[in-house]
């Protein structure tokens, strides 16, 4: 057995929250000052247990006639013998035993804690570069949706407004990301929600012709909600993945789960919400000034027999 | 035009504190036969309330008048439609000039004409007998009733002929009709009604049934072989079926009347009984120019307080822009097509949320987006409301939106309205 070891006190989970070095024996574990670890712990006694080494060189803890006792594996015991890895209790405080060649996890390189091309856009350029190109992007955006006279600095300023939004969101990560991993990294999670914003004004679009030429088909709204789910959980999954602190497949449920939770309502409640208007009567409101010779036509005639089991519908609906 | 409901007397309150334009007839002294018609014909009118069951609340009031020596009662529908459309709920009565309280059943009624003969037992009234008139311009009539429940008052006026645009008959009178007067008969001075009350425009304009329906009415009540309906609701359903039948018949045929707006040939003025009128907006600060043409029904049938029935009106809007490029023009054009804003009376009671079919369709060579909704009466089987809305796709500055409602129709009928009035949409080179 070594002549030093290192005894830690672990919370629930078995990670370790203090550390005492101890190479001279007997010592002892205790409330009182006198004791070589003093606990804070009320249901530890004045004088709770002393480590020794008997006459072949191994190391002991033994109970000094507690009231609360010594315990391994929830058994109250006398005396323990310590090894690598050892873990007893005493009151509420639970021990686990570490020697100097106990072997330690690789490193984990800075580079390596976060996306790697997050990383390069949570450099101070970098973010504020993705930033610029989301107002960028976003002005653009209200350019072609406005159809008043707009000048550029209204454009500006609207699209700053819409973008500080995403900076409070940035922040609140900042903030969450301080309380748990001890750094800001505020520039990563803006740069983050810049290209998701960026992201998102890219794929309207796309959507938009969708209902566009496929308007009729009510399949293109679950494929949007799943989308828009999908794309929500990404970027849930990018902000925790800069704040590091748990696994990879660990976040994936977290945003997963969360972004499904969010589109899970919001469908119901749409679902329980039966509306004034059929959610189709919103869908053909999309007209596109492009492939207008491409468009799926039908005739009147088709259209008006489709349209016969409208009666139907709202008969049972009035029969309801 | 409001119906003169007595529930809307704070509203006509307002209207009516505001001077009203005096008609000529005031400059003059009363009529010396005023007196005389008011003392002779004041016990033939009575007033008419409809309370609640349980709360035996007034909800709704109301003149009548006797008409025959068994105790029937002529008034508006509108007056005692809650007593039809909900009989568990609410209850009338009938107040005479002696201040005797009777109970009244309904006999009989004309949705579409808002009348409704009422049967109470005969105390020895006066009554009126019906008889065709003829009339002239500026005859000087008198209109009974019971303005806000102020008691029974006679109000002079004129008659100023029959309403033009309107499909069914309606008299013109010069004279102030107040809420409470509804129901009430308007005579001339040798006692002859020529008219039952029914609504006002405010300022003097004032709207009577002419006695020829009421005179209908009264007949088939009075048909020895004619038995009292035990479910109203069913009637009311069927008097809206046939009239829609009957106006929508000849709506928007082929040979109807067109306009042009833009490169587009459009159906208007599709019968006597509409108004249509057009606006153009261009203006300086807005890159764009819309241009729109209406047209409406100037009637419509009175359901209950929250629901109406019988409008027909449609509306195109040409949108263009010189200005604005094409990805821009269609974010107007989109916004505009977009399902929006009030389309009809009726709540969640009285109507079902709206069911929509939406495709692109190909039409004389035009290529439109079509949004075909309906919804249905929840209370009477075959009687929907339905809009039609088409954006024409094609140009790439200019568009046309236009759009159709109905209420009040048999779906068969929404569907040919559907047909015709999409079909007479043509491209104007």
């Known amino acids: ?320 | 035009m409001t119906h003169l409901r007595w529930r809307s007397l704070l509203y006509a309150a307002v209207i009516l504190n505001g001077a009203p334009v005096r008609p000529l007839g005031a400059q003059d002294p009363a009529s010396s036969a005023t007196p005389a018609i008011f003392r002779r014909y004041s016990d033939h009118v009575s007033k008419i309330q409809v309370s609640e069951n349980a709360s035996g609340a007034k909800s709704e009031l109301g003149s009548g008048f006797f008409v025959s020596d068994d105790g029937l009662v002529i008034t508006n529908y509108h007056v005692i439609s809650k007593l039809v459309l909900n009989p568990d709920r609410y209850h009338a009565e009938l107040f005479d000039t002696r201040g005797t309280t009777r109970a009244v059943t309904v006999v009989a009624i004309d949705v579409v004409h808002d009348l409704a003969v009422l049967r109470t037992e005969p105390h020895g009234d006066g009554f009126f007998n019906l008889i065709p008139v003829s009339t002239e311009q500026g005859t000087r009539l008198y209109s009974l009733g019971h303005p806000h429940d102020l008691g029974l008052s006679i109000v002079e006026g004129t008659y100023n002929g029959l309403l033009q645009h309107t499909l069914y008959q309606k008299i013109h009178f010069t004279g102030s009709l107040n809420p409470g007067m509804s129901g009430g008969p308007t005579i001339d001075d040798r006692g002859e009604v020529v008219g039952v009350n029914v609504s006002t425009a405010g300022n003097q304009l004032s709207f009577l049934v002419p006695v020829d329906r009421a005179m209908l009415l009264l007949r088939q009540a009075q048909n020895p072989d004619y038995s009292i309906p035990d479910n109203f609701l069913a009637v009311v359903a069927k008097q809206l079926l046939a009239y829609q039948d009957v106006y929508l018949a000849t709506l928007l045929a082929d040979s109807g009347e067109t306009t042009v707006l833009g490169h587009y040939r459009l159906p208007t003025n599709p019968a006597s009984f509409f108004n249509c009128w057009a606006d153009a907006d261009r203006n300086d600060d807005s890159p764009y120019e819309v241009v729109d043409h209406q047209c409406s029904t100037d009637d419509y049938v009175f359901i209950s307080g929250e629901h109406s029935s019988g409008v027909v009106e449609f509306e195109h809007r040409l949108l263009s822009s010189k200005e604005l490029n094409r990805f821009r023009f269609f974010s107007l054009f989109s916004d505009q097509f977009r399902m929006g804003g009030s389309l009809g009376p009726g709540d969640d009671e009285d109507v079902t949320p709206y069911r929509c079919e939406s495709r692109p369709v190909n039409q004389h060579g035009l290529t439109m987006k079509v949004l075909f909704c309906v919804r249905r009466y929840r209370k009477m089987t075959g009687l929907y409301d339905a809009v039609v809305k088409a954006a024409v796709l094609g140009e790439r500055d200019a568009g046309l939106l236009t759009t159709l409602n109905l209420s009040g129709v048999s779906f068969e009928n929404a569907e040919m309205m559907a047909r015709r009035y999409l079909g007479s949409i043509t491209w104007n080179p």
């Open chain 1, 1 to 320: 057995m070594e002549s030093v070891i290192f005894l830690e006190v672990t919370d629930r989970k078995g990670n370790p929250l203090y550390r005492y070095r101890l190479d001279t024996f007997p010592a002892t574990i205790g409330r009182s000052y006198r004791n070589t670890v003093i606990l804070a712990d009320r249901y530890v006694s004045p004088e709770h247990a002393v480590i020794v080494r008997d006459e072949l060189g191994a190391l002991w803890v033994e109970d000094r006639s507690s009231d609360n006792g010594l315990f391994r594996d929830n058994d109250r015991v006398q005396r323990v013998a310590l090894g690598a890895g050892t873990r007893f209790r005493v009151g509420h405080t639970t021990f686990q035993v570490c020697t100097p060649d106990q072997v330690v996890e690789p490193v984990l390189r800075e580079a390596e804690s976060s996306q790697g091309g997050l990383n390069r856009l949570g450099s101070r350029s970098g973010a504020l570069l993705a930033f610029a190109l989301a107002v960028i992007v976003l002005m653009a955006d209200l350019y072609l949706k406005s159809y008043n006279r707009v000048s550029t600095l209204q454009l500006l300023i609207q699209s700053l407004g819409i973008m500080s939004v995403f900076l409070v969101w940035a922040c609140a990560w900042a903030l969450f990301n301080r309380l748990v991993a001890q750094r800001f990294a505020f520039l990563p999670h803006l740069a983050l929600a810049s290209v998701a914003v960026i992201a998102l004004l890219l794929l309207q679009p796309a959507t938009e012709y969708l209902e566009f030429f496929f308007a009729p088909l009510r399949v293109l709204n679950w494929v949007e909600t799943v989308a828009k789910a999908f794309f929500i959980a990404a970027l849930l999954y990018g902000h925790l993945a800069i704040v590091g602190v748990v696994t990879q497949r660990r976040r994936w449920l977290i945003a997963g789960v969360t972004s499904a939770v969010i589109f899970g309502l919001v469908e119901l409640n749409q679902y329980a919400d039966n509306g004034w208007y059929d959610p189709a009567a919103e869908r053909p409101a999309q007209l596109k000034p492009m492939g207008m010779g491409m468009l799926p036509t039908v005739d009147m005639d088709t259209f008006l027999r489709d349209a016969k089991k409208l009666k139907a519908s709202v008969d049972s609906l009035a029969e309801k």
